[in-house]
């Protein structure tokens, strides 16, 4: 190539440096929320796990948060246990129900978390029901830094 295409190509890397930066304020990943997870099939079989971002090797999990409604009944008995899993199963941080209302939004978190390896491609996020709460409405939430 000649100079004036290695300076254009310059030019064209400085302005996408640019615009990734102007995208993602104070070089942090922006947090990834998906809709409300369907309290079907979730409400009845803690096999089912829900939608998740593709996760990136080159990122850290800082937080896991979820707003949460559960209809009728929950309480320190019957609860929802909301885990986050790595593409392997593995348990990277766990959230529970128990000390909520029921039949109202409420926001939990946790920053206890344990990081995906480097072969990890995707998150899920799996609600198992504690004897017979109502069912979960689920708004799941990972904040990410590179």
């Known amino acids: 190539m000649?100079?004036?295409t290695n300076r254009r190509l310059d030019e064209i890397e400085s302005l996408l440096e640019r615009l990734r930066?102007?995208?993602v304020p104070n070089g942090r990943s922006p947090p990834y929320t998906q809709r409300v997870l369907n309290s079907f099939p979730l409400a009845s079989s803690g096999n089912s796990a829900g939608e998740f971002p593709q996760f990136g090797t080159d990122c850290q999990i800082i937080v896991f948060r979820a707003a949460v409604f559960v209809v009728t009944t929950n309480n320190g008995t019957n609860f929802w246990t909301i885990t986050l899993r790595d593409s392997a199963g593995a348990v990277l941080a766990t959230l529970d129900t128990s000390a909520i209302s029921a039949?109202?939004?409420t926001r939990l978190a946790t920053t206890s978390i344990t990081q995906p390896d480097a072969t990890n491609v995707v998150?899920?996020?799996r609600p198992t029901a504690t004897l017979s709460p109502g069912a979960i409405f689920l708004v799941p939430e990972v904040l990410l830094i590179p």
Do not use: F, G, I, R
Request: glycine residues 0%.
């Open 2 to 4: 000649d100079e004036a």
């Open 21 to 23: 930066k102007a995208d």
């Open 103 to 105: 039949n109202t939004w």
């Open 123 to 125: 998150l899920t996020v």
